[in-house]
């Protein structure tokens, strides 16, 4: 399973959430009080993953929330071909292709027989730091 469950309540800035079922990672919460009927609502802004879109949600605070399982492991990237990475996982010896990372920054850092480390989020993988 590649989710795991918490209440909207108890997320804080930084933290993960899936929203419209794309993991996103947590940039603004804020909490409204109690009013006259119902009860205390949570708006939550975060940014997607792997496209980068913001997403919103709002909603009571006791509502529970989908929170992605993530595996963060290591890599050594093979090749760069145009808008892919080739790399091979340092565990299992695995080879696949990543595209390139949305941070232009991320992408100068990269180059064959470099560390990156990649995150396995819902079945997806990302590559999320270049080490060393």
């Avoid at 940039?27 to 109690?34: G, H, R």
Wanted: aromatic residues 6%; neutral net charge.
């Amino acid at each position: 399973m590649s989710v795991t469950f918490a209440e909207l309540g108890d997320l804080k800035e930084g933290s993960f959430v899936v929203i419209d079922g794309e993991p996103c990672r947590v940039v603004e919460i804020s909490k409204a009080k109690t009013g006259k009927h119902g009860s205390a609502k949570a708006h939550v802004v975060a940014i997607s993953l792997f496209t980068g879109a913001r997403k919103t949600m709002v909603a009571p605070v006791d509502t529970r929330v989908e929170v992605p399982i993530i595996d963060k492991r290591i890599g050594q990237i093979i090749a760069l071909t145009g808008s892919t990475v080739q790399i091979m996982d340092s565990e299992t010896y695995e080879t696949f292709e990543l595209s390139l990372p949305t941070d232009q920054e991320l992408v100068k850092r990269l180059s064959p027989g470099k560390e990156v480390e990649y995150w396995v989020v819902m079945g997806r993988r990302i590559i999320m730091n270049v080490r060393g």
